[in-house]
């Protein structure tokens, strides 16, 4: 069975200070992982995503996210945040070696909160 | 840029009442997949569908879900005798192929309560 955790219900940092956003995984395969990004009254957006290759992978926005094999973790870092980096971001898995191939597992989300 | 619209974006029902949620996924995809999100809980999947048929169901997915895809735009999902817990956000998303290193494009969502 595959799960996803984000050990942080919020995550508080300054405009222009690093931000991290964590996310560990479990899968009995090798995982396919995104991020996503939900602000107010809209729907899911996507990040980015690890399939295979470079762990450090970029996506929209100047996000990025590092994977880690022997951590199993996957989380999402920005250099410098901004105010409109404030939404719930949802970390997921795809367990390609598991007995589902199609629905994404998604972590409880992690609220952000970028302060002037 | 194109995206997945979702209609309503918000429906009240009495409960043991139908509800259909529709969805118009991205043209040019091909897999489709219904979420839901209860209030203050995590993103769970309950269907996904390839070829007019489902490839997969959660265990929430009873008999009294269905999903249809009438023609080659629509994408509905149909609760037969809603119950107070179905109270959520559903979430349609689609991705253009079925293979799982495809990422899921989202919906807006639906917020559907019942009473």
């Known amino acids: 069975a595959q799960s996803v955790a984000q050990p942080e219900d919020q995550v508080n940092v300054a405009e222009g200070n690093p931000l991290t956003v964590k996310c560990t995984y479990s899968v009995s395969g090798n995982p396919y992982l995104f991020w996503y990004v939900q602000y107010p009254n809209r729907g899911l957006q996507f990040l980015l995503k690890y399939i295979t290759g470079d762990n450090l992978v970029k996506g929209s926005y100047g996000f990025e996210a590092e994977f880690n094999k022997s951590q199993t973790s996957f989380h999402l870092k920005k250099p410098s945040a901004l105010v409109s980096d404030s939404a719930l971001y949802f970390c997921a898995v795809r367990d390609i070696g598991g007995d589902s191939w199609g629905k994404l597992q998604f972590g409880a989300g992690t609220q952000v909160v970028v302060t002037p | 840029e194109p995206e997945v619209t979702q209609t309503p974006s918000h429906q009240v029902t009495q409960m043991g009442q139908e509800v259909i949620l529709r969805c118009v996924p991205i043209?040019?995809?091909?897999?489709f997949y219904w979420y839901r999100q209860i209030l203050g809980q995590k993103v769970e999947f309950l269907v996904s569908f390839y070829n007019n048929e489902i490839s997969e169901k959660s265990e929430i997915f009873d008999d009294q879900f269905s999903v249809e895809r009438p023609d080659g735009s629509n994408f509905t999902l149909k609760i037969r005798s809603t119950k107070l817990e179905d109270s959520a956000m559903y979430f349609c998303?689609?991705?253009?192929?079925?293979?799982?290193?495809?990422?899921?494009?989202f919906g807006p969502g639906t917020r559907l309560t019942v009473l």
């Open positions: 043209s040019n995809h091909l897999y």
């Open positions: 998303a689609s991705s253009e192929l079925p293979q799982s290193y495809n990422e899921q494009f």
